[in-house]
């Protein structure tokens, strides 16, 4: 098992529809948890991150984290077509911050 | 300020034959990694360095070295290439948990 599980999609939506991306995690050594937006051949982009458990949010985004169920979320408000990429979750400990451990991804589609 | 940097774009070789792949970042860094990124693989580490002259393994090292002579230089090394690492490589630069990425190498190996 992985230790981050990610639904690869794809999701496909219309513009302007609430997304919600998600990620379970096993290790419950994970303290910091981050999203990253990749467009098409392109490099991850950091897009948000997290410390603990709570709510994060940035303009139209929001991060999730439920340490009890041991559950991320990335919610999207107001969608638009530029939101289209594959957004990965990654975890870390705060024992070892640097060794990342990313989900497969998740490809979002928006659809104008 | 460019960030991270990588060539070459793209690449094609043989196999057997032999490459590097440069990364360079300017955020003076200490933490620099390489991942290769697979389709339904996500992301995995291939090596990593927390500073000059100190580099480990990650998760998938077999058919790669690495060096790091300064801060700023990050090179992966091919050493006789296969088609099992036909894939998409990323160098990354990390300030504590928070990594920033290249633009990525496409390599084909034939």
Known sequence: ?112 | NAGVTQTPKFQVLKTGQSMTLQCAQDMNHEYMSWYRQDPGMGLRLIHYSVGAGITDQGEVPNGYNVSRSTTEDFPLRLLSAAPSQTSVYFCASSQGFLRFFGPGTRLTVT
């Open chain 1, 1 to 112: 098992q992985k230790e981050v599980e990610q639904d690869p999609g794809p999701l496909s939506v219309p513009e302007g529809a609430i997304v919600s991306l998600n990620c379970t995690y096993s290790n419950s050594a994970f303290q910091y948890f981050m999203w990253y937006r990749q467009y098409s051949r392109k490099g991850p982009e950091l897009l948000m991150y997290t410390y603990s458990s709570g709510n994060k949010e940035d303009g139209r985004f929001t991060a999730q984290v439920d340490k009890s169920s041991k559950y991320i979320s990335l919610f999207i408000r107001d969608s638009q077509p530029s939101d289209s990429a594959t957004y990965l979750c990654a975890s870390a400990s705060s024992g070892s911050a640097r060794q990342l451990t990313f989900g497969s991804g998740t490809q979002l589609t928006v659809l104008p």
